[in-house]
Protein backbone atom coordinates (compact mmCIF):
# COMPACT_ATOMS: atom_id res chain seq x y z
CA UNK A 1 0.00 0.00 0.00
CA UNK A 2 2.96 2.40 1.00
CA UNK A 3 3.26 3.01 -2.91
CA UNK A 4 -0.11 4.25 -3.43
CA UNK A 5 0.68 7.38 -1.10
CA UNK A 6 2.63 10.74 -2.03
CA UNK A 7 4.32 13.28 0.14
CA UNK A 8 3.16 11.57 3.21
CA UNK A 9 3.67 8.35 5.11
CA UNK A 10 0.49 7.75 6.96
CA UNK A 11 0.40 5.59 10.15
CA UNK A 12 -0.08 1.48 9.30
CA UNK A 13 -3.67 1.22 10.15
CA UNK A 14 -2.93 -2.23 11.71
CA UNK A 15 -1.58 0.13 14.89
CA UNK A 16 -5.05 2.20 14.78
CA UNK A 17 -6.95 2.66 17.92
CA UNK A 18 -9.75 4.43 19.12
CA UNK A 19 -11.57 6.22 16.86
CA UNK A 20 -9.37 5.33 13.69
CA UNK A 21 -9.87 1.80 14.53
CA UNK A 22 -13.67 2.16 14.71
CA UNK A 23 -13.52 3.91 10.99
CA UNK A 24 -11.87 0.94 9.68
CA UNK A 25 -13.48 -1.83 11.25
CA UNK A 26 -17.01 -0.13 9.64
CA UNK A 27 -14.77 0.51 6.44
CA UNK A 28 -14.75 -3.12 6.44
CA UNK A 29 -18.25 -3.53 6.85
CA UNK A 30 -20.05 -1.26 5.14
CA UNK A 31 -17.52 -0.30 2.48
CA UNK A 32 -15.83 -3.95 1.09
CA UNK A 33 -12.25 -2.61 2.00
CA UNK A 34 -10.90 -2.90 5.31
CA UNK A 35 -8.01 0.47 4.49
CA UNK A 36 -9.37 1.96 1.53
CA UNK A 37 -6.35 4.53 0.79
CA UNK A 38 -8.91 7.51 0.06
CA UNK A 39 -8.89 7.32 3.63
CA UNK A 40 -5.81 6.48 4.94
CA UNK A 41 -4.43 9.08 3.47
CA UNK A 42 -6.00 11.19 6.07
CA UNK A 43 -4.67 9.23 9.12
CA UNK A 44 -2.08 11.53 9.57
CA UNK A 45 -4.51 14.24 10.89
CA UNK A 46 -6.91 11.70 12.82
CA UNK A 47 -9.71 14.81 12.91
CA UNK A 48 -10.03 14.21 9.92
CA UNK A 49 -10.43 10.90 9.31
CA UNK A 50 -14.34 9.84 10.92
CA UNK A 51 -15.93 12.92 9.68
CA UNK A 52 -14.41 12.43 5.88
CA UNK A 53 -15.60 8.49 6.37
CA UNK A 54 -19.16 9.88 7.78
CA UNK A 55 -19.84 11.88 4.76
CA UNK A 56 -18.60 9.41 2.32
CA UNK A 57 -20.77 6.27 4.37
CA UNK A 58 -23.94 8.38 4.80
CA UNK A 59 -24.20 9.92 1.78
CA UNK A 60 -22.71 7.04 -0.85
CA UNK A 61 -23.20 4.26 0.75
CA UNK A 62 -26.10 4.75 2.76
CA UNK A 63 -27.87 7.14 1.14
CA UNK A 64 -31.57 7.09 -0.22
CA UNK A 65 -32.51 6.05 -3.41
CA UNK A 66 -30.35 4.25 -5.86
CA UNK A 67 -26.43 3.21 -5.16
CA UNK A 68 -26.54 3.23 -9.26
CA UNK A 69 -27.53 6.76 -9.40
CA UNK A 70 -25.04 8.11 -6.43
CA UNK A 71 -21.88 6.10 -8.31
CA UNK A 72 -23.14 7.90 -11.85
CA UNK A 73 -22.95 11.24 -9.60
CA UNK A 74 -19.68 10.76 -8.26
CA UNK A 75 -18.19 9.60 -11.38
CA UNK A 76 -19.15 12.78 -12.86
CA UNK A 77 -17.73 14.50 -10.05
CA UNK A 78 -14.42 12.93 -10.82
CA UNK A 79 -14.75 13.28 -14.13
CA UNK A 80 -15.12 17.07 -13.98
CA UNK A 81 -11.90 17.34 -11.50
CA UNK A 82 -9.62 14.92 -13.30
CA UNK A 83 -9.37 12.57 -10.74
CA UNK A 84 -8.66 9.17 -12.59
CA UNK A 85 -8.02 6.97 -9.18
CA UNK A 86 -11.44 8.08 -7.98
CA UNK A 87 -12.91 7.59 -11.85
CA UNK A 88 -11.46 3.93 -11.76
CA UNK A 89 -12.49 3.35 -8.67
CA UNK A 90 -16.67 4.24 -9.49
CA UNK A 91 -16.06 2.40 -12.83
CA UNK A 92 -15.29 -0.61 -9.95
CA UNK A 93 -18.17 -0.10 -7.70
CA UNK A 94 -20.58 0.15 -10.76
CA UNK A 95 -19.22 -3.30 -11.60
CA UNK A 96 -19.81 -4.43 -8.34
CA UNK A 97 -23.64 -3.15 -7.87
CA UNK A 98 -23.81 -5.23 -11.21
CA UNK A 99 -23.93 -2.57 -13.92
CA UNK A 100 -21.26 -3.73 -15.69
CA UNK A 101 -22.16 -1.68 -19.06
CA UNK A 102 -21.92 1.71 -16.71
CA UNK A 103 -18.82 0.49 -15.38
CA UNK A 104 -17.21 0.20 -18.89
CA UNK A 105 -18.82 3.29 -19.76
CA UNK A 106 -17.03 5.09 -16.87
CA UNK A 107 -14.24 3.29 -17.11
CA UNK A 108 -14.16 4.82 -20.89
CA UNK A 109 -15.04 8.17 -20.36
CA UNK A 110 -17.92 7.30 -22.68
CA UNK A 111 -21.19 8.57 -22.33
CA UNK A 112 -24.20 5.65 -21.41
CA UNK A 113 -26.68 4.54 -24.18
CA UNK A 114 -29.12 4.85 -21.17
CA UNK A 115 -30.09 8.49 -21.24
CA UNK A 116 -31.26 8.82 -17.52
CA UNK A 117 -27.49 7.34 -16.10
CA UNK A 118 -25.69 10.11 -19.10
CA UNK A 119 -27.96 13.10 -17.00
CA UNK A 120 -27.28 11.51 -13.73
CA UNK A 121 -23.27 11.35 -15.04
CA UNK A 122 -23.60 15.10 -16.33
CA UNK A 123 -25.48 16.45 -13.33
CA UNK A 124 -22.28 15.37 -11.25
CA UNK A 125 -19.80 16.84 -13.82
CA UNK A 126 -22.18 20.30 -12.89
CA UNK A 127 -21.72 20.39 -9.29
CA UNK A 128 -18.25 21.44 -10.34
CA UNK A 129 -19.44 25.17 -11.50
CA UNK A 130 -20.14 27.10 -8.49
CA UNK A 131 -24.11 28.08 -9.49
CA UNK A 132 -24.26 25.87 -11.92
CA UNK A 133 -28.00 26.45 -13.27
CA UNK A 134 -27.54 22.93 -15.04
CA UNK A 135 -28.29 21.38 -11.10
CA UNK A 136 -31.89 22.35 -11.61
CA UNK A 137 -34.23 19.89 -12.26
CA UNK A 138 -32.02 17.07 -11.17
CA UNK A 139 -32.68 13.91 -12.62
CA UNK A 140 -33.56 12.17 -9.45
CA UNK A 141 -36.75 12.35 -6.98
CA UNK A 142 -36.63 15.51 -4.57
CA UNK A 143 -36.24 12.91 -1.26
CA UNK A 144 -33.04 11.95 -2.47
CA UNK A 145 -31.28 15.78 -2.54
CA UNK A 146 -29.38 14.81 0.08
CA UNK A 147 -27.47 11.99 -0.21
CA UNK A 148 -26.94 12.49 -4.05
CA UNK A 149 -25.89 16.14 -3.47
CA UNK A 150 -24.13 14.88 -0.14
CA UNK A 151 -21.94 12.23 -2.75
CA UNK A 152 -20.98 14.94 -5.12
CA UNK A 153 -20.01 17.49 -2.14
CA UNK A 154 -18.09 14.44 -0.56
CA UNK A 155 -16.15 13.81 -4.10
CA UNK A 156 -15.34 17.05 -4.26
CA UNK A 157 -13.58 16.58 -1.22
CA UNK A 158 -11.80 13.06 -1.82
CA UNK A 159 -11.00 13.82 -5.69
CA UNK A 160 -8.56 16.56 -4.05
CA UNK A 161 -7.57 14.83 -1.13
CA UNK A 162 -6.28 11.80 -3.76
CA UNK A 163 -5.15 13.84 -6.44
CA UNK A 164 -2.50 15.39 -4.06
CA UNK A 165 -1.83 12.79 -2.03
CA UNK A 166 -2.13 9.30 -4.04
CA UNK A 167 -0.66 8.08 -7.11
CA UNK A 168 -3.27 6.96 -9.74
CA UNK A 169 -2.39 3.12 -8.76
CA UNK A 170 -5.81 2.11 -7.82
CA UNK A 171 -4.86 -2.05 -7.81
CA UNK A 172 -1.25 -2.49 -7.88
CA UNK A 173 0.58 -1.88 -11.60
CA UNK A 174 -2.44 -0.29 -12.64
CA UNK A 175 -4.80 -3.39 -13.10
CA UNK A 176 -7.69 -1.64 -12.97
CA UNK A 177 -7.23 -0.38 -16.63
CA UNK A 178 -8.39 -3.76 -17.80
CA UNK A 179 -11.73 -4.50 -18.26
CA UNK A 180 -11.66 -8.09 -16.82
CA UNK A 181 -9.65 -6.68 -13.66
CA UNK A 182 -12.42 -4.08 -13.00
CA UNK A 183 -15.23 -6.56 -13.69
CA UNK A 184 -13.47 -9.17 -11.13
CA UNK A 185 -12.45 -6.68 -8.57
CA UNK A 186 -15.84 -5.89 -8.40
CA UNK A 187 -17.65 -9.24 -8.09
CA UNK A 188 -15.54 -9.39 -5.04
CA UNK A 189 -17.37 -6.33 -3.70
CA UNK A 190 -20.72 -7.34 -4.28
CA UNK A 191 -22.37 -8.42 -1.46
CA UNK A 192 -21.52 -5.46 0.47
CA UNK A 193 -22.06 -3.11 -2.23
CA UNK A 194 -25.48 -4.49 -2.99
CA UNK A 195 -26.17 -4.77 0.81
CA UNK A 196 -28.95 -2.38 2.52
CA UNK A 197 -26.55 0.02 5.25
CA UNK A 198 -28.37 1.57 8.01
CA UNK A 199 -28.10 5.51 7.77
CA UNK A 200 -26.49 7.12 10.88
CA UNK A 201 -24.44 4.80 11.63
CA UNK A 202 -21.20 6.56 11.55
CA UNK A 203 -22.81 9.36 13.44
CA UNK A 204 -21.66 8.10 16.68
CA UNK A 205 -17.74 8.43 15.91
CA UNK A 206 -18.14 12.37 15.79
CA UNK A 207 -18.20 14.59 18.65
CA UNK A 208 -21.47 16.71 18.20
CA UNK A 209 -21.95 17.68 15.29
CA UNK A 210 -24.34 20.74 13.79
CA UNK A 211 -27.26 20.14 12.18
CA UNK A 212 -25.80 20.50 8.73
CA UNK A 213 -26.75 22.53 5.79
CA UNK A 214 -30.74 23.35 4.51
CA UNK A 215 -30.88 20.59 1.91
CA UNK A 216 -29.96 17.68 4.33
CA UNK A 217 -32.13 18.35 6.78
CA UNK A 218 -33.33 15.62 9.01
CA UNK A 219 -30.63 13.21 7.53
CA UNK A 220 -27.57 11.81 8.39
CA UNK A 221 -26.00 13.23 5.93
CA UNK A 222 -26.47 16.83 7.41
CA UNK A 223 -24.52 16.18 10.36
CA UNK A 224 -21.36 14.52 9.09
CA UNK A 225 -20.97 17.36 6.29
CA UNK A 226 -20.89 19.67 9.49
CA UNK A 227 -18.55 17.44 11.52
CA UNK A 228 -16.04 17.42 8.05
CA UNK A 229 -16.45 21.06 6.98
CA UNK A 230 -15.45 21.95 10.67
CA UNK A 231 -12.45 19.41 10.63
CA UNK A 232 -11.54 20.85 7.50
CA UNK A 233 -11.64 24.26 8.18
CA UNK A 234 -9.21 24.06 11.12
CA UNK A 235 -6.58 23.97 8.77
CA UNK A 236 -6.50 27.56 7.52
CA UNK A 237 -4.76 28.16 11.07
CA UNK A 238 -1.70 27.27 8.72
CA UNK A 239 -2.16 30.17 7.02
CA UNK A 240 -0.65 33.64 7.68
CA UNK A 241 -3.58 36.32 7.54
CA UNK A 242 -2.04 37.66 4.21
CA UNK A 243 -2.00 34.14 2.77
CA UNK A 244 -5.20 33.10 4.12
CA UNK A 245 -6.97 36.31 2.54
CA UNK A 246 -5.20 35.49 -1.03
CA UNK A 247 -6.79 32.08 -1.12
CA UNK A 248 -10.52 32.82 0.31
CA UNK A 249 -10.66 35.97 -2.24
CA UNK A 250 -9.19 33.57 -5.29
CA UNK A 251 -11.93 30.36 -4.15
CA UNK A 252 -14.19 33.30 -4.20
CA UNK A 253 -14.21 34.40 -7.65
CA UNK A 254 -13.47 30.54 -8.68
CA UNK A 255 -15.58 29.64 -11.29
CA UNK A 256 -15.19 26.19 -11.66
CA UNK A 257 -12.42 26.13 -14.87
CA UNK A 258 -9.44 24.22 -14.60
CA UNK A 259 -6.62 26.92 -13.85
CA UNK A 260 -4.32 27.86 -16.92
CA UNK A 261 -0.89 26.54 -17.70
CA UNK A 262 0.50 30.02 -16.77
CA UNK A 263 -1.70 30.94 -13.89
CA UNK A 264 -0.97 34.08 -12.66
CA UNK A 265 -2.80 34.14 -9.59
CA UNK A 266 -0.78 31.34 -8.38
CA UNK A 267 1.83 32.09 -6.06
CA UNK A 268 5.33 31.54 -6.29
CA UNK A 269 6.53 28.72 -3.91
CA UNK A 270 9.47 30.40 -2.82
CA UNK A 271 8.07 33.23 -1.53
CA UNK A 272 4.20 32.00 -0.48
CA UNK A 273 4.29 27.88 -0.36
CA UNK A 274 1.77 27.79 2.22
CA UNK A 275 -0.93 29.93 0.31
CA UNK A 276 0.33 27.97 -2.92
CA UNK A 277 -0.41 24.80 -1.68
CA UNK A 278 -3.90 25.70 -0.36
CA UNK A 279 -4.72 26.91 -3.69
CA UNK A 280 -3.52 24.22 -5.57
CA UNK A 281 -5.32 21.70 -3.56
CA UNK A 282 -8.48 23.96 -4.02
CA UNK A 283 -8.61 24.10 -7.60
CA UNK A 284 -5.74 22.30 -9.23
CA UNK A 285 -4.38 19.07 -6.82
CA UNK A 286 -2.92 17.24 -9.29
CA UNK A 287 -0.35 20.19 -10.28
CA UNK A 288 0.77 19.85 -6.50
CA UNK A 289 4.78 18.14 -6.84
CA UNK A 290 7.54 17.83 -4.55
CA UNK A 291 9.15 20.64 -5.09
CA UNK A 292 5.86 22.78 -3.59
CA UNK A 293 5.45 20.44 -0.48
CA UNK A 294 9.66 20.80 -0.18
CA UNK A 295 9.32 24.47 0.08
CA UNK A 296 7.18 24.61 2.55
CA UNK A 297 6.98 21.45 4.73
CA UNK A 298 10.10 22.74 7.01
CA UNK A 299 10.08 22.46 10.70
CA UNK A 300 7.63 22.74 12.37
CA UNK A 301 5.52 21.17 9.47
CA UNK A 302 4.74 17.79 9.54
CA UNK A 303 2.83 15.14 7.75
CA UNK A 304 -0.04 16.24 10.02
CA UNK A 305 0.20 19.33 9.34
CA UNK A 306 0.34 18.51 5.06
CA UNK A 307 -2.97 17.28 5.33
CA UNK A 308 -4.60 19.60 7.35
CA UNK A 309 -3.59 22.55 5.01
CA UNK A 310 -4.14 20.37 1.87
CA UNK A 311 -7.67 19.44 3.40
CA UNK A 312 -8.07 23.16 4.01
CA UNK A 313 -7.71 23.94 0.34
CA UNK A 314 -9.95 20.83 -0.54
CA UNK A 315 -12.82 22.03 1.92
CA UNK A 316 -12.30 26.04 0.19
CA UNK A 317 -13.40 24.65 -2.93
CA UNK A 318 -16.28 22.41 -1.27
CA UNK A 319 -17.67 25.37 0.56
CA UNK A 320 -17.47 27.51 -2.41
CA UNK A 321 -19.64 24.98 -4.62
CA UNK A 322 -21.74 24.36 -1.85
CA UNK A 323 -22.24 28.42 -0.97
CA UNK A 324 -23.58 28.89 -4.64
CA UNK A 325 -25.57 25.96 -4.68
CA UNK A 326 -29.72 26.90 -6.28
CA UNK A 327 -30.98 25.62 -2.96
CA UNK A 328 -34.50 26.96 -2.64
CA UNK A 329 -35.11 26.23 -6.60
CA UNK A 330 -33.46 22.61 -5.58
CA UNK A 331 -35.57 21.94 -2.57
CA UNK A 332 -38.67 22.92 -4.76
CA UNK A 333 -38.12 21.32 -8.07
CA UNK A 334 -36.56 18.05 -7.55
Known amino acids: MSGQFRHTVPPAPKSATGTAAAVYAQTATDFGIAHPPTLVVLASAPELLAPAWALLRESLIAGSGSRTDRELIA ?15 HA ?9 GLGESVARAETPRDARAARLIEWG ?45 LLPAGAQRVQAIRSLAGRSMSRVVRADHTPGTSLALLDSPGAGPAWAAGTSVGPAY ?4 TAATTGAGLLDD ?35 LALLAALAPYRIT ?45
Open 242 to 276: ADLTLVQETVAKWDGSHPPAVWGELPDRRERPGAR
Open 125 to 169: RATRVPGSTDLLAPPFARDDLASHLGTALTFHFINRIVSALLTER
Open 75 to 89: AGTSLANRCPFCVDA
Open 92 to 100: VLLHANGDH
Open 226 to 229: DALR
Open 290 to 334: EEDVAAWRVPPFTDHCLVHLIAYGAFAAVDRIESALPVPELLETS
